[in-house]
């Protein structure tokens, strides 16, 4: 019988690429942090009214990519596709405001949406993200951006460029909106099937359609731009924003059909791409969401945050050659014999205690062998017990980069792993 298989779009995630998806993940709880964000975890599966209030019924999420189900109760629930409604929900179901409106929280976990999947477009993906609820000033879009580029710095990946565009208010989306409506029916016939649903359901969605008929519609000098209908104050946030990010020195460009797949968004909208992973080219994005508290029964709730796929920032730091090592092992107990063995274990006890990284073989008792996966493992230090260090209580420690060796007693042994440790 053939074995089970993961359901398509989901995969284990598991030995060289456990240490970068680590390595995302500690840096995100730095920085988290470092800038004041409290950390969050909501339950993966909601009631299915949550996303299609907050992220929008004409969505493609949730036309098209939600995990729905009917549970036991009767109730529909689904697989959370995205972070920031449920981090609303949880800020409106447990009073906060009312009794402290202004939080900043993080998150991180998987997401599941019903997509095709390829390189960098799963079903179950991760995001980690940042939300802060309750400040309506420009600097904290500008901060929210900050986290995200920090993050990106420091693992390394330099290469990105941020777009930037703003979606105005409500009543700026919604003179553009048909204005943009009145030109697209004109060049019905231009759009691709996709854009002409989405022309009744979702229109602002056509503007980043990848189709080239559509392209062509968007190029025309007469192509209503967004920027030309924000009111006076969503053109002042937007400018002060781009000012503040020009003083942080984190470089954009304007993307004017930048518009991102979920409802919620209100004036700055970002996305953070990168030129090397093909179409799956966002790494980020994030904007502001003064209407997701109103959408779901609340009072009006200033918010602005940013949401990052951990599976695509693992595969770009993949590309950089990072995180060759699986497990960062500083030592190699390598037993000879059966009591060499168990004196090793109580040694790898001690090493522990103190705190060195340690991996211990079982399986075979030549040292031809011990050497050898020591090697692939690309460990630096193996210490070997044979007869003569046992009937001493010593332990030979070998320098596996250097080639040298010496023959310590059980405490110089700790003392010289710990000072090794030290210094790494
Ligand atoms: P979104 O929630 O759609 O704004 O997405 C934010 C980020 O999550 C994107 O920039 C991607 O990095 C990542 N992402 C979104 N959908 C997927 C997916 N299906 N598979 C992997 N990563 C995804």
């Known amino acids: 019988m053939p074995y089970l298989q993961v359901p398509k779009g989901t995969r284990d995630i598991m030995g060289k690429e456990i240490v970068l998806w680590r390595k995302v993940e500690e840096v995100v709880y730095e920085t988290a942090k470092n800038f004041g964000y409290e950390e969050i975890r909501t339950p993966i599966f909601e009631s299915t009214e949550l996303f299609t209030r907050g992220v929008g019924e004409g969505t493609d999420i949730v036309q098209k990519?939600?995990?729905?189900?009917?549970?036991?109760?009767?109730?529909?629930?689904?697989?959370?596709?995205?972070?920031?409604?449920?981090?609303?929900?949880?800020?409106?179901?447990?009073?906060?405001?009312?009794?402290?409106?202004?939080?900043?929280?993080?998150?991180?976990?998987?997401?599941?949406?019903?997509?095709?999947?390829?390189?960098?477009?799963?079903?179950?993906?991760?995001?980690?993200?940042?939300?802060?609820?309750?400040?309506?000033?420009?600097?904290?879009?500008?901060?929210?951006?900050?986290?995200?580029?920090?993050?990106?710095?420091?693992?390394?990946?330099?290469?990105?460029?941020?777009?930037?565009?703003?979606?105005?208010?409500?009543?700026?989306?919604f003179r553009y909106i048909e204005t943009l409506q009145q030109f697209l029916q004109r060049e019905i016939h231009s759009l691709c099937d996709t854009c002409k649903v989405r022309l009744e359901k979702n229109p602002l969605r056509v503007l980043d359609c990848k189709n080239e008929g559509c392209q062509t519609i968007f190029q025309s000098p007469s192509f209503p731009r967004l920027q030309d209908f924000l009111c006076e104050e969503c053109s002042k946030h937007q400018e002060t924003l781009l000012a503040t990010l020009r003083f942080l020195d984190i470089p954009f460009s304007i993307n004017p059909r930048l518009v991102r797949g979920l409802d919620y968004y209100t004036r700055t909208a970002f996305e953070i791409k990168t030129g090397e992973l093909g179409a799956q080219d966002a790494v980020g994005g994030g904007g502001r969401y003064d209407n997701l508290s109103q959408a779901l029964g609340g009072p009006k709730v200033a918010g602005v945050g940013f949401a990052a796929g951990i599976e695509r920032m693992v595969l770009l730091l993949n590309k950089m050659g990072q995180g060759l090592h699986a497990l960062e092992t500083l030592v190699y107990l390598a037993p000879l014999d059966g009591e060499g063995e168990l004196h090793l274990l109580v040694l790898g006890r001690r090493c522990e205690e103190l705190g060195i990284p340690f991996y211990m073989d079982f399986a075979d008792k030549t040292l031809k062998y011990h050497l050898k996966k020591a090697q692939k493992m690309k460990v630096r230090f193996v210490v070997l017990v044979g007869k003569a260090e046992l009937q001493n209580s010593l332990f030979l420690l070998k320098d596996m980069f250097s080639g040298e060796q010496w023959t310590l007693s059980q405490e110089e042994l700790l003392k010289k792993l710990q000072e090794e440790k030290n210094s790494a």
Request: with cysteine; hydrophobic share 40%; glycine share 10%.
């Open 65 to 173: 990519e939600m995990y729905t189900f009917t549970d036991k109760g009767g109730r529909s629930l689904t697989l959370r596709p995205e972070g920031t409604a449920p981090v609303m929900r949880a800020y409106l179901e447990h009073g906060f405001a009312v009794q402290q409106p202004r939080v900043k929280w993080f998150y991180l976990g998987p997401m599941f949406r019903y997509e095709r999947p390829q390189a960098g477009r799963m079903r179950q993906f991760h995001q980690f993200g940042f939300e802060a609820i309750g400040f309506d000033s420009p600097a904290c879009d500008a901060e929210i951006i900050l986290i995200a580029w920090r993050i990106y710095e420091r693992l390394g990946l330099h290469k990105l460029s941020l777009e930037m565009n703003s979606l105005g208010c409500p009543s700026c989306k």
